[in-house]
């Protein structure tokens, strides 16, 4: 069973810098394409960033020039560097697993298999 474990989120005034990581464990010996979303109350689930097996990035037009998704290697922590945050950045965040997601879908939640916990930001102006 493949668990993700979220960490590294928390308060900060707007301009203020996060780093969120993704432990992976379970996966005997697959790799994942694996994603980040967020969720604010009363809103959907929506795409942050991605990053493929193959080291692909992809990210949504709201945060480019601002966030940056890495990873060592396939099988490594997943992190979320997130820089300049604004308060509409307050969300929680989620780390995702999927295989073989396609960099063009990489921002679709029903090809993801796998969910962390989610870890919480929040951005106060």
């Known amino acids: 069973q493949v668990q993700l474990v979220e960490s590294g989120g928390g308060s900060v005034q707007t301009g203020g810098s996060l780093r969120l990581s993704c432990a992976v464990s379970?996966?005997?010996?697959?790799?994942?394409?694996m994603g980040w979303f967020r969720q604010a109350p009363g809103k959907e689930r929506e795409a942050v960033a991605g990053?493929?097996?193959?080291?692909?990035?992809s990210y949504d037009d709201s945060v480019k020039g601002r966030f940056t998704i890495s990873q060592d290697n396939a099988k490594a922590p997943v992190y979320l560097q997130m820089n300049s945050l604004k308060p509409e950045d307050t969300a929680m965040y989620y780390c995702?697993?999927?295989?073989?997601?396609?960099?063009?879908?990489?921002?679709?939640?029903?090809?993801?298999?796998?969910w962390g916990q989610g870890t919480q930001v929040t951005v106060s102006s």
């Open positions: 379970g996966y005997a010996d697959s790799v994942y394409d």
């Open positions: 990053i493929n097996r193959s080291g692909y990035k």
């Open positions: 995702a697993a999927g295989d073989k997601v396609a960099p063009r879908f990489w921002s679709e939640r029903y090809l993801y298999t796998y």
